[in-house]
Each structure stands twice: as C-alpha cells, then as structure tokens.
C-alpha cells in the first residue's frame, strides 16, 4: 500500500482515536453515575446501554487488542534474539551489550528516582493533608536477588515462553543462537529460518499497528468512562508532582544523556518514538508494546539488529525509570501525609533499594507496587499507605510507561552507537520506516 493512499499517517490515526476515545469515555461518564443509572432522564437509554457500551464492547475489544500485541511478544523478542546472536561473530560482544545495557539501565533509574525525592521534597505533596481510604493493601513477598539471578534460567524453556518469562526466554535465546553459531552449516541452515520467521513476526506487528487506532479508541473510552476524577481532585498535588518529574526525567535526562554519548540529535528520537509513545501510553505494558518499540529501533532509528533483540527485551524487563519515579513522590507523599520525618540516609537508601529493586523484581506481577512495598518496609513507613495513591495510579501508569519505552529506546540508541550497530541515515531520515508500517489488507503483494 503506497503512503498517499491513507489521508492520515499512522501516528495521526492513533492519535485521533485517543483523542476520541477519550472523549466518548467522558461523555458516558457525564451522562452515567457509578451504578451505571443515567443522570439524566432526557435520555432513554437504560442501564444496560451502558454495561453493552463498557462492560461489553469496549472492554472485549480493548482485551482482544491488548491480547494480540502480548501475542507477539514471545515469539518476537525469542526468534530476533537467536537472529542476532547467532550472526555474531564476536561472543565477547556480549558481554559488552549487557554490560552497558544494564549498566545504563541502573543510571537512569537512579537519575529517575534522585529526581523524584528532590522535587518531592521541595513541593511536599502531602503536607497538611488529612486522606483516609476505606481500600487496603496487601504487599506480596518480593523474591530475593540471589533467587531472581537463579530464577534467570530455565529448567523448561517451554514452559517459560508459555509464560512469558522475559528473562528466562533472553538467556535461552542466547545460548539457542552462540550454538546455532558454532555449528557450522546446520546453524547457518537454521539461521536462514530462523530469518524468515522474523520477517514474517515482523509483518505481523505491522498488521496489528495498523488496527491499533480502534484498539487504542476501545482502551480510552473505557478508562475514562470508569475513571474517578472526583479522586484526582483529592490528590492533585501528588499526581501533577509525578507527571511533571516524568516529563522532566523524558525531556531532560533522556535527551542530555544522548547528547553526551551519542551527539545525536534528541528531537528526532522524540518524533520517531510519537507512534510507541501512543502505543505505550494506551496500553500501559512496556511489554506489550515491545513489538511496536523494536519495530520503531530498528525502523526509524537505525538501532541494529543485535542490539535491539538484546536492549530492548531486557529493558521492557527491568528499565523502571517511571516506576522508580512514582516510587520517589509516594515515599515523600506517605511520608508527610503519616507526619514521618525521614533523614537524608533513609532518602539514599530509598535511591538504592529503587534502583536495585527494578531489577531484583524484574518480572514480577504488579512489580510497580512490589517494589514500593519493598522501599516503605526499607524507611520502615507504612506499605497501607499505598492504598491512598492507588485511586489514581491508573493514570500515572500509562504516562510511566511511556516514559519507560522512550527510556529503553536510548539505551538502545546508546548502546548501538558505541557498538557501531546504529545507521545515522536512517536515524536522521524523517521518512525512515513508514513504508514498513503500512499493509494493504485488501490487496497482497506476492513478491515482496
């Protein structure tokens, strides 16, 4: 399908369908109270109108979206990863994507989360504030860091892509393509299939991207149909606290470490990323939108194939900056709103055990709250206090997880430059990528 024959481009659609699922949310919340009744009886419509609409469509549809892209996530990150290893031709190298993976992983979680105390202590959120909530929260028992490492490798790499073990599934998919390699022709045999599946995985995220404005509609119609805006409200100097240190932590940190490692121009990584920004910021999983942040490395910003297979998986896994961000503003919140005073060594410790938090419960369901469980037990504060930010967490997830995709693609940018696996051309071409983002479900080409 040539590019002229969509009035729109993607990003456009899937902002338009944002923009108007956000707005038909609101609407049924105006003209619907809590129970489902109307407000308003100049309507006619009953209360099952308003369950089909919600409970029924919208809410299908979005699980069905949802689903397809975590679908992809397995197979994908498992078949580029033996790709790209398994074309190396040097097995230290590695060792060096992991090394400076992770290690600027840790750095910008430790930015993020510095960042977030700083300012929270400076606009003290919780001040003067007197909340109760009838919600309570249990914190589960987050693994040790020794049984995370363990946990690492699998006794049945089946089982862990059923799954969706992301850090078993990495280090199987390594060790799958350094043999591949040391085989000879049978690997190479084997990597040419290996090859064409991931063109066609590939093709298949591009399918799914293309129905993303309906998927991402259905997502925000529901959210902001169910959303309790009464409970921002009560927490407003909280929430716009945590949005502004993730837009700072996005627009600055991000940017300056770029610069400094790359010399690559920071605004044209932002208007590459516009389309997985979207993608993130509906679905609220770095995970799910893993296929659309490869895609867009590889694509639009010219991250090589090795390191986007390695980067990117581990980052959706353990890159946490909006997280830790979160975590940050809450420990002060909390704090102030139980009228704890913590010393500066309690803030340090919450810097570290944020930082290495996100990567000892890499994971780990509901690692967000796990890990704020971890930091309150840490400065001995109480993890109920949770339960007052949760009302509004809803929100702050899906902007977090924005933030950390942009943060994943980076690294990826990062890492790829000093590994000399990052094609400038493509990164500086505005129109790099948008033909392989177009599919022509009517009409298909069989020699492409």
């Given amino acids: ?123 003290s959120p919780g001040e003067n504030l007197n909340l109760s909530t009838e919600a309570e929260f249990t914190a589960k028992q987050a693994p040790s860091f020794s049984q995370v490492i363990v946990n690492m490798f699998p006794t049945n790499p089946i089982n862990s892509m059923a799954e969706g073990n992301m850090l078993q599934i990495i280090v199987f998919a390594v060790l799958f393509g350094i043999a591949m390699a040391m085989v000879g022709d049978a690997g190479k045999r ?8 991931n063109t066609v995985i590939l093709r298949l995220v ?5 129905l993303a404005p309906y998927g991402v509609f259905v997502l925000m119609a529901k959210l902001f149909a169910t959303i309790g805006l009464e409970t921002i409200a009560s927490l407003a100097k909280y929430f716009v606290l945590v949005l502004a240190v993730l837009a700072i932590h996005a627009f600055v940190t991000y940017p300056v470490l770029l610069k400094v490692f790359t010399g690559l121009n920071p605004l044209m990584l932002f208007k590459k990323m516009r389309e997985a920004a979207l993608f993130a910021f509906s679905t609220s999983s770095s995970s799910a939108t893993l296929p659309v942040t490869m895609e867009t490395a590889r694509n639009k910003l010219g ?35 139980y009228g704890v005073d913590l010393a500066l060594n309690d803030y340090v410790m919450v810097v570290l055990t944020a ?3 996100s990567i000892g419960t890499a994971g ?61 051309t493509i990164f500086y071409d505005p129109n790099a990528g948008i033909a392989e983002e177009e599919v022509d479900l009517k009409h298909f080409d069989q020699n492409s």
């Fill in 303 to 337: 991250v090589g194939k090795s390191v986007t297979s390695f980067s990117l998986p581990l980052g959706a896994t353990i890159n946490m900056d909006g997280t830790a961000i979160m975590q940050g503003v809450a420990t002060v919140f909390i704090a102030q709103v």
């Fill in 206 to 210: 591009t399918i799914i991207m293309n």
């Fill in 364 to 424: 780990v369901p509901g690692v967000g709250l796990i890990m704020l469980a971890m930091v309150l037990q840490q400065v001995n504060l109480p993890v109920e206090g949770i339960a007052l930010i949760i009302g509004v967490d809803r929100l702050l997830d899906m902007t977090r997880t924005a933030v950390n995709i942009t943060g994943d693609c980076t690294v990826a940018c990062i890492v790829g430059k000093s590994e000399g696996e990052l094609d400038e």
């Fill in 1 to 123: 399908m040539s590019q002229s024959s969509h009035k729109y481009s993607l990003t456009t659609r899937i902002f338009i369908g944002m923009v108007v699922g956000i707005i038909t949310g609101a609407i049924l919340q105006a003209l619907f109270d809590d129970s489902g009744d109307l407000r308003f009886t100049i309507f006619s419509f009953e209360l099952s109108t308003y369950n089909i609409l919600v409970e029924g469509i919208f809410s299908t549809v979005g699980q069905i979206f949802i689903a397809s892209l975590k679908m992809l996530v397995v197979p994908l990150v498992f078949v580029s990863l033996v790709c790209g290893t398994s074309s190396l031709t040097e097995p230290s190298k590695l060792g060096r994507l992991g090394i400076k993976s992770v290690g600027l992983y840790i750095l910008t979680t430790a930015i993020a989360v510095t960042l977030a105390i700083s300012l929270g202590l400076m606009v």
């Fill in 190 to 197: 084997l990597a040419s299939f290996f090859e064409d599946i």
């Fill in 355 to 357: 930082t290495l938090a």
